[in-house]
């Protein structure tokens, strides 16, 4: 979808009469019989049903590799092949044809992927929820996106590549892979410090105060990443005293004395409603903000029922997702012709 957004036509392969599975993944639905969790990830998209054991779907998807700039695949290992439609072949009858497969646990496992899965093992969930609660996953398929953006931006990588020397590549990526790189300096303090890690709720493991507090009337956030702006909060909060405190003045004598710090001022926020304090942190230069619900969220985006929140990238919604196999007749009479020259992905 990413790739749509920024221009490239793409065309979504999907099995007849089910098609893609997030299609029955609700409800919710909308008045088209489309699940809101398909309706997410699939703007600026063509569908066609095929079936990989029909050997003129197979031909079709052979016509359509000849033409196109990229080709992706989500495929459990040795699915493709048994088909006749391996990256191998295609890449050396098409030197110049950028393949990328997305994996579950990487190109040697015949694990699925499913985000739930490697959130737990990938040490996500081992991070996530109370200090002393058990286990949480993320609230979306983080896993899942993390994976189609690193996804992204190795097939760009690769077409520039390919702009430089003519050749296409294969690129492979997986879920496992992107989320445990996404751990980023969890992973770090753990290759540091030869320590698992803990989980902090809505703490943070290396800054003192980055947290959320409850006001008198609803839950902010206050995230201190500096000193400067640890005396500015201090300030702005009316705890003088903790401003001047030289115990405190550096963020690793905040990090010791955590609990008392976050004592001091959760008993301070308590005392006047949330925009009161954001108010004041703001005027100070201290990041801070009100948790907001996701529908309160989205009433100050672009979004739209049907084609989901705007594009994260300099792009644009140029269709909505498509009906399973709107598009088949179109494309096996005139192939890429439907939509004119696909051009560069």
Not at 233 to 243: P, R, T, V, Y
Not at 247 to 274: D, F, K, Y
Request: with cysteine.
């Amino acid at each position: 979808m990413m790739l749509g957004d920024l221009g490239a036509d793409v065309i979504k392969l999907e099995r007849p009469a089910t098609g893609d599975d997030t299609r029955g993944w609700g409800p919710p639905f909308d008045d088209r019989g489309e699940s809101a969790y398909f309706l997410s990830v699939n703007r600026n998209k063509k569908s066609v049903a095929v079936d990989l054991s029909s050997a003129e779907d197979r031909s079709l998807i052979a016509a359509l590799l000849a033409d196109a700039d990229v080709a992706v695949d989500n495929f459990k290992r040795g699915t493709l092949e048994r088909y006749g439609i391996s990256p191998a072949r295609f890449l050396a009858q098409r030197p110049a044809l950028v393949w990328c497969t997305i994996t579950g646990f990487g190109p040697e496992s015949d694990r699925p992927g499913y985000d739930y899965v490697v959130q737990a093992e990938r040490g996500w969930m081992a991070i996530t929820g109370e200090a002393g609660g058990s286990p949480m996953k993320v609230g979306v398929a983080l896993a899942d996106v993390v994976a189609g953006k690193d996804a992204a931006i190795a097939i760009l990588a690769a077409l520039a590549a390919r702009y430089r020397d003519g050749r296409g590549r294969h690129v492979v990526t997986s879920l496992a892979q992107s989320a445990t790189a996404a751990l980023v300096n969890v992973a770090q303090n753990v290759l540091v410090t030869g320590r698992d890690a803990p989980r902090w709720g809505n703490a943070h493991p290396n800054l003192v105060p980055y947290e959320l507090f409850e006001a008198a009337d609803r839950a902010i956030v206050v995230a201190v990443g500096n000193d400067g702006q640890w005396r500015a909060c201090a300030l702005a909060l009316g705890l003088d005293e903790l401003a001047a405190d030289a115990r405190l003045a550096t963020n690793s004598g905040r990090l010791e004395h955590r609990e008392e710090l976050v004592l001091a001022l959760s008993e301070r926020l308590r005392e006047a409603p949330a925009a009161h304090w954001l108010g004041r942190l703001a005027e100070a230069g201290v990041p801070a903000g009100v948790v907001r619900s996701v529908l309160e969220t989205l009433r100050e985006v672009e979004a739209s029922p049907l084609t989901g929140v705007a594009p994260s990238v300099p792009g644009a919604i140029r269709s909505a997702p498509p009906l399973l196999d709107e598009h088949g007749t179109e494309v096996r009479r005139l192939g890429w012709g439907a939509f004119g020259d696909p051009g560069p992905a």
